[in-house]
């Protein structure tokens, strides 16, 4: 599965693993910095992924378990909490 937006594409491969790249600009990747990815990274945070999604400044990820994991931008609530995380 690849999914992709103005500030960051994400590829899911079948083994659950997440890669990812681009802007990056509010912590939308999830590797624990807000610096652009230029070359695809793995996202050592996040593992047994089953699917996932990004916005414009945040990025969802279902683990095989039905637990939600999110990361970048909560500015419009779009985390799913009263939070800012960045995983």
Do not use: P
Request: charge should be positive; glycine fraction near 12%.
């Amino acid at each position: 599965q690849i999914v992709s937006t103005n500030s960051c594409t994400l590829y899911l491969n079948q083994k659950g693993q997440v890669f990812g790249k681009g802007k990056n600009e509010f912590g939308e990747l999830g590797v624990g910095h807000n610096n652009a990815v230029k070359d695809w990274v793995r996202l050592n945070s996040v593992e047994n992924i089953i699917a996932l999604d990004c916005g414009i400044a945040h990025a969802m990820f279902l683990r095989n378990d039905g637990k939600v994991l999110t990361c970048g931008s909560n500015k419009s609530g779009q985390l799913v909490c009263h939070c800012n995380v960045t995983l």
